[in-house]
């Protein structure tokens, strides 16, 4: 079994909104990433979490705040967006330990308006 | 910085041909790759991964790593018009995250 669930699957939020993605695994695996992909990019990376410990951030900016309750469970906290935040945000797990296959959820088609 | 380069396309080949879709990357320490392909609209979905130098075969899927050249390839027999997708390819990054490349569209004509 390889899934990995998101929800909501779509979202649609104002600039002064605040929302949380949620994404869930079940397969043990010890690391946990969001991704953000705009029409015909790739996946960009945001946040890492490996073993339930936040291992990068690759400089994304402070309105949106990760979270790892457990080592199932990843959030992504949306405050104050942009219309430019506008992308499909995916969470992918591995499991970790030198093993890197990563496993996508279906993803959160995110509208900012 | 990793990079890894795709020619984006769009290679269209007719039904029951062979595709073939190449990839080159600059780290010469990189040591995983893999393939993902992305419907329209959907999320990517791991289709091959390859660790060895040679040929790794999956059904209608053939990954192919040449560390030497740092070109990996997959290829895809009998081609059918499911197969019409965005291929993407990967490395790991030094955080265990994937660096992808930007994508290469692939259009099966019946």
């Known amino acids: 079994d390889t899934e990995v669930t998101q929800t909501p699957k779509h979202l649609v939020m104002g600039m002064t909104n605040k929302k949380s993605l949620k994404c869930e695994q079940h397969m043990g695996h010890r690391a946990m990433y969001w991704y953000k992909q705009k029409a015909k990019k790739p996946p960009e990376l945001m946040f890492v979490?490996?073993?339930?410990?936040?291992?990068i951030n690759e400089s994304v900016p402070s309105r949106f705040s990760p979270e790892c309750p457990n080592s199932s469970l990843l959030n992504l906290h949306l405050h104050a967006l942009q219309p430019e935040d506008s992308a499909l945000y995916l969470c992918?797990?591995?499991?970790?330990?030198?093993?890197?296959?990563?496993?996508f959820g279906p993803g959160t088609r995110l509208t900012v308006t | 910085q990793k990079e890894v380069e795709q020619n984006s396309g769009p290679l269209s080949v007719p039904e029951g041909a062979i595709a073939s879709l190449n990839c080159t990357y600059s780290d010469r320490g990189s040591q995983s790759f893999f393939w993902y392909r992305q419907y329209s609209g959907k999320s990517p979905e791991l289709i091959m991964f390859?660790?060895?130098?040679g040929d790794k075969e999956d059904g209608r899927f053939t990954a192919q790593l040449n560390k030497a050249s740092q070109y990996v390839s997959l290829l895809i027999r009998d081609s059918q018009p499911s197969d019409s997708a965005t291929y993407l390819c990967a490395c790991v990054g030094s955080q265990g995250n994937l660096i992808f490349g930007k994508g290469t569209k692939l259009s099966v004509k019946p």
């Open positions: 992918a797990s591995s499991q970790g330990g030198g093993i890197y296959e990563q496993y």
């Open positions: 390859i660790y060895s130098n």
């Open positions: 979490y490996s073993y339930e410990k936040l291992s």
